[in-house]
C-alpha cells in the first residue's frame, strides 16, 4: 500500500491506527471526522490543497451503536448531513493494496463530464446531482430537483467503470487475452460507453494491445522469450472521466518436466 510522508497539505486516515500512534505521529488520524475537521484542514490554499489519503477500513460517521436520532444543524438544510466538511481545496484519495492500480485509480474528475454526474452549475448555482445518483428505476427523487436534472439531460450518467477481473495473467508463447470492459450507473445499470485502454509500466513495450471494440481489447506478448516474470498495469477510461486499473501478470514459457527414454 502506498504510505505517504504524513505533512499539514498531505494527511493520512487508517483505520488500523491505535490511538497512541495518532498521538505520536502528526497528520496521522484513524477518525473520520477529525480529518476532515476545521482544525485539520486549515493549512489548505487554493496553491496548495490538502491531500487526505485514506486507507481502506470502516470509518463512521456516527456510533452505530448509538439510538440518537440526527437532526439538521443548520434549518436551512432539506436533510440532516451526516458531516460537512468546510474546504474548498481538498483532495480526498482512496489507497489501496496494490500501489500501482492505487495510482491508475487515483482520478481527478474536475472539469470532465463525470462530474455532472454529481453535480451541474446552472445560472450560477451548484445543483447537487442526487437524482442521476438515486432515480434508479423507480424515479426516486429525494432532493425534490428531478425535472431540472431531466431539463438539462443529466440522467443516468455513468458512475463506475469496471474490468472482468483486477488482474489478468499473459503468458510467452501462449494465447492472447480478451479484456472487457462496461460501464455503470450508480445503482448497476449497464449504459453503453467507449473504452480506451493502454498498458504501464517497465514491461509495457512487450505487450501488443489491440482494440476489438468499444468496450474490450485484446493483449499478446510481442516476444515469448521473455527471461523474467513481471507485472504491468492496464489502464481503461472513458474521455467521461472514468478510469479503473488491473494487474497484467507476464509470465514465462511453460516448460514440460524432462523425461529419461530407456
Known sequence: MIKPDPDSCHLLLDSRFANEEVQKNPYTYNNIREVLSDGALNAATVEHPVTVYIAPGIYWLEDPQSEAVIVREDPKDLYPYGCKVNCANLKLVGLSENPEVADSHTVDIDEKMLAEAYYIRKDGETIYNVYNLLGGKDD????????????????DIPTQLLLESEAFELEAGGSSINIKGKCLTFDGRERKCEIHFK??????????????????????????????????????QTKEGLQ???YVRLLLKHQSAGFLKV
Open 199 to 236: 498498458i504501464e509500466g517497465d514491461s509495457a513495450d512487450s505487450i501488443e494491445i489491440q482494440r476489438v471494440s468499444e468496450r474490450s481489447c485484446l493483449l499478446q506478448l510481442k516476444d515469448s522469450n521473455i527471461d523474467h516474470e513481471t507485472e504491468v498495469v492496464l489502464t481503461a
Open 140 to 155: 426516486w427523487d429525494p432532493l425534490g430537483n428531478g425535472e431540472v436534472i431531466r431539463f438539462a439531460g443529466k440522467t
Open 244 to 246: 479503473t486499473g488491473a
